[in-house]
């Protein structure tokens, strides 16, 4: 799954329609007949599995026919319940391979207004080896769908547990974290893991505030906008919280004009974010009480921010 | 928008003034709303906004919930009918922040909430 993570659920649910094949949704439980049957044997196992039709096989599973309730009706009607279904039951079946996506599967349920399709084991053969209606399909994408939600919440789960092992480590040591370039779906980690960090150590909820956005903001700016880089978190001596953020380059051209509050580079791509207003720098310098920007067009940029703890969450 | 200590507005009272939808969190409805924030991009998010504040936006991705956890935003109220997308629930759900959903435009949304305001400390 390769969805870009900042479009709608509408879309996500597009997507996955065309991703999820008839094969993963279908039922592989198929109850079906053979041809030498009554209408009135295959009504009460209508009646009894609580269907609306079934498939009609023959020996080697190849689909040969299909009676549904509507046939079944007709034939109470007018009066051959009890004959075999081999000389009325409709012999042209709509099937659908089961290598196919399901949006397909959709497709062929409304184009002939069928409740169910037989599923055959691939294009040019008959035989069947589950059947797919639109409760089945509706099933799978809501599996699929709550996965993905379940999948980043096990991965922040796992952010977490990142800063509680940080913790047992000693407070003076540096915290070293890789910030890759262009990687949407992490962009924030290293941020939510420094602020659980420092949550975890009890300061001042304001200021790990200041030190959480200007992490995010270093970070997104290293993912936005360069090749990736790192950031280094500290505590020196005098009770700072340093943050170093640099990146291999491209640079920056004109550090002064970066600074000035709506100056942006950003692409459609980065708006779409909701990034982009030009406050990421100025919002940096903010919220530090000191704050020092290098940039090169040969090395890349390097960003120092400090915030001060106060007295009264002195780390010991 | 800030107001006065003494005025109290619940997570839960929200989804009757906007008549939300909850997404996600319904655990944690009964939190203590303090300011309130509403805005689509998240760089103002992140240069205004205060911590146990409530998040109007329009915007769905990941990142605005990375956003609201990062400045302290106790929940997020989806305007204009928008649904987040799956990530975003995920995140939000890790982070124990509920995600709402309305279908009342930003503004209407606004406009609510400060006569809910209004009418509670007329009450008083």
């Given at each position: 799954?390769?969805?870009?993570?900042?479009?709608?659920?509408?879309?996500?649910?597009?997507?996955?329609?065309?991703?999820?094949?008839?094969?993963?949704?279908?039922?592989?439980?198929?109850?079906?007949?053979?041809?030498?049957?009554?209408?009135?044997?295959?009504?009460?196992?209508?009646?009894?599995?609580?269907?609306?039709?079934?498939?009609?096989?023959?020996?080697?599973?190849?689909?040969?026919?299909?009676?549904?309730?509507?046939?079944?009706?007709?034939?109470?009607?007018?009066?051959?319940?009890?004959?075999?279904?081999?000389?009325?039951?409709?012999?042209?079946?709509?099937?659908?391979?089961?290598?196919?996506?399901?949006?397909?599967?959709?497709?062929?349920?409304?184009?002939?207004?069928?409740?169910?399709?037989?599923?055959?084991?691939?294009?040019?053969?008959?035989?069947?080896?589950?059947?797919?209606?639109?409760?089945?399909?509706?099933?799978?994408?809501?599996?699929?769908?709550?996965?993905?939600?379940?999948?980043?919440?096990?991965?922040?789960?796992?952010?977490?547990?990142?800063?509680?092992?940080?913790?047992?480590s000693i407070v003076k040591n540096p915290l070293r974290f890789?910030?890759?370039?262009?990687?949407?779906?992490?962009?924030?980690?290293?941020?939510?893991?420094?602020?659980?960090?420092?949550?975890?150590?009890?300061?001042?909820?304001?200021?790990?505030?200041?030190?959480?956005?200007?992490?995010?903001?270093?970070?997104?700016?290293?993912?936005?906008?360069?090749?990736?880089?790192?950031?280094?978190?500290?505590?020196?001596?005098?009770?700072?919280?340093?943050?170093?953020?640099?990146?291999?380059?491209?640079?920056?051209?004109?550090?002064?004009?970066?600074?000035?509050?709506?100056?942006?580079?950003?692409?459609?791509?980065?708006?779409?974010?909701?990034?982009?207003?030009?406050?990421?720098?100025?919002?940096?310098?903010?919220?530090?009480?000191?704050?020092?920007?290098?940039?090169?067009?040969?090395?890349?940029?390097?960003?120092?921010?400090?915030?001060?703890?106060?007295?009264?969450?002195?780390?010991? | 928008?800030?107001?006065?200590?003494?005025?109290?507005?619940?997570?839960?009272?929200?989804?009757?003034?906007?008549?939300?939808?909850?997404?996600?969190?319904?655990?944690?409805?009964?939190?203590?709303?303090?300011?309130?924030?509403?805005?689509?991009?998240?760089?103002?998010?992140?240069?205004?906004?205060?911590?146990?504040?409530?998040?109007?936006?329009?915007?769905?991705?990941?990142?605005?919930?990375?956003?609201?956890?990062?400045?302290?935003?106790?929940?997020?109220?989806?305007?204009?009918?928008?649904?987040?997308?799956?990530?975003?629930?995920?995140?939000?759900?890790?982070?124990?922040?509920?995600?709402?959903?309305?279908?009342?435009?930003?503004?209407?949304?606004?406009?609510?909430?400060?006569?809910?305001?209004?009418?509670?400390?007329?009450?008083?």
């Amino acid at each position: 799954m390769n969805a870009n993570y900042s479009k709608e659920k509408l879309t996500l649910v597009n997507e996955l329609i065309y991703e999820i094949k008839v094969k993963e949704a279908m039922s592989k439980k198929v109850i079906f007949f053979e041809e030498n049957v009554t209408f009135r044997e295959i009504q009460l196992k209508l009646k009894e599995k609580k269907i609306s039709g079934v498939p009609i096989l023959d020996d080697e599973r190849n689909i040969i026919g299909i009676v549904s309730i509507d046939d079944v009706i007709t034939a109470f009607d007018k009066g051959y319940v009890d004959n075999k279904i081999i000389d009325y039951m409709s012999r042209k079946v709509i099937t659908i391979p089961q290598n196919f996506s399901v949006v397909s599967a959709i497709h062929e349920l409304e184009r002939f207004g069928v409740g169910r399709l037989p599923v055959t084991e691939s294009s040019n053969s008959k035989k069947i080896v589950g059947i797919i209606t639109l409760s089945d399909i509706l099933n799978r994408l809501l599996v699929v769908v709550q996965s993905i939600a379940e999948k980043v919440e096990d991965k922040e789960i796992k952010n977490t547990q990142i800063s509680h092992d940080l913790i047992k480590s000693i407070v003076k040591n540096p915290l070293r974290f890789e910030v890759k370039g262009d990687d949407f779906d992490n962009a924030g980690r290293v941020a939510s893991i420094i602020k659980k960090y420092f949550q975890n150590l009890g300061i001042d909820r304001d200021i790990i505030r200041r030190i959480a956005i200007v992490c995010y903001e270093a970070e997104m700016n290293i993912c936005l906008h360069s090749l990736g880089g790192s950031m280094i978190i500290e505590v020196n001596n005098d009770n700072n919280v340093v943050i170093y953020a640099h990146d291999k380059g491209p640079g920056i051209p004109d550090v002064k004009l970066a600074l000035k509050p709506g100056f942006t580079t950003a692409t459609e791509k980065i708006r779409a974010l909701g990034f982009g207003a030009g406050m990421g720098l100025p919002n940096i310098r903010h919220y530090s009480d000191k704050f020092e920007i290098e940039s090169s067009l040969r090395t890349g940029t390097e960003l120092k921010a400090i915030i001060n703890l106060g007295v009264k969450n002195e780390i010991k | 928008m800030s107001f006065k200590k003494g005025i109290i507005m619940k997570v839960k009272d929200l989804i009757r003034v906007l008549d939300a939808e909850v997404l996600c969190g319904e655990d944690f409805l009964d939190q203590e709303i303090t300011d309130f924030d509403a805005s689509d991009l998240l760089s103002d998010i992140l240069a205004y906004s205060k911590d146990d504040y409530v998040l109007l936006t329009g915007l769905t991705s990941s990142q605005v919930v990375r956003t609201a956890e990062l400045t302290g935003a106790i929940t997020i109220v989806f305007v204009r009918g928008k649904l987040p997308s799956q990530e975003a629930i995920g995140l939000a759900k890790s982070h124990y922040i509920p995600l709402l959903k309305t279908d009342n435009l930003m503004f209407t949304s606004c406009r609510k909430i400060i006569e809910e305001l209004i009418k509670e400390e007329k009450n008083k």
